[in-house]
């Protein structure tokens, strides 16, 4: 897919780890969402972005923490997470006043 | 509470018959629905939509009707192909200016030869 892409794709890390997704959209759109897959439950909204600014925080806890430089990129940094947070992470973004979403191939996260 | 659900999880169908996927929804605010198709080791990809002044949408191969007395939205799929095989969900959002959606838990789709 070259509309939303993320990397990486597959990521293992510890419980003291930090790292970051990363995802970026080639399709001009100006509003970004991360979501959350788990195994056997609905796809989770975590955060929405419009035109850069943080529009929605779905109660999600605060060692998830999104950023949005600008409208094509969008970040999620993640810092002692722990292993219930190992799921699909999705990221997807639409344009301004669109109803429809474009999803990117998704970050599958293990937290061991 | 609010929520967006299926009414099965596993839907087995041979290959040139058509299928169907049902959704119920509670919310009666809502007022845009949407059907996604997801692939193992995929995102999700846009099938068709629905706005809830409508009841009734075709695409290529699919139909998206929607009724609204009964919370009720269903995916038609005609001569279903192995293609086809994926988890598929439906959601909903109404309009509060963020068009945040609400996602179904989702059916699997099998096509058998």
């Known amino acids: 897919e070259t509309g939303v892409t993320q990397t990486p794709r597959h990521l293992v890390m510890g419980m003291t780890n930090k790292k970051s997704l990363k995802c970026e959209q080639h399709?001009?759109?100006?509003?970004m969402y991360w979501y959350k897959q788990s195994a056997k439950k609905p796809l989770e909204l975590m955060f929405v972005?419009?035109?850069?600014?943080?529009?929605e925080n779905n109660s999600v806890p605060s060692r998830f923490s999104p950023e949005c430089p600008n409208s094509s990129h969008l970040f999620l940094h993640l810092h002692t997470l722990q292993p219930e947070d190992s799921a699909l992470y999705l990221c997807?973004?639409?344009?301004?006043?669109?109803?429809?979403?474009?999803f990117g191939p998704g970050t599958r996260l293990t937290v061991t | 509470g609010e929520s967006v659900g299926l009414h099965l999880p596993t839907l087995s169908v041979q290959e040139g018959d058509n299928s169907i996927i049902n959704c119920a929804y509670s919310n009666s605010a809502s007022d845009y629905f949407i059907w996604y198709k997801q692939e193992s080791g995929k995102g999700p990809q846009f099938i068709i939509d629905i706005r809830s002044n409508m009841d009734k949408r075709q695409g290529q191969r699919v139909t998206v009707l929607l009724n609204k007395t009964v919370k009720h939205l269903s995916l038609q799929i005609a001569a279903t192909q192995p293609g086809d095989s994926a988890v598929y969900f439906c959601a909903e959002s109404r309009d509060t200016g963020r068009r945040a959606l609400t996602f179904g838990s989702g059916t699997r789709l099998q096509v058998q030869p």
């Open positions: 399709l001009g759109h100006n509003a």
């Open positions: 972005y419009s035109l850069e600014e943080r529009v």
């Open positions: 997807a973004s639409s344009a301004q006043g669109a109803d429809e979403q474009y």
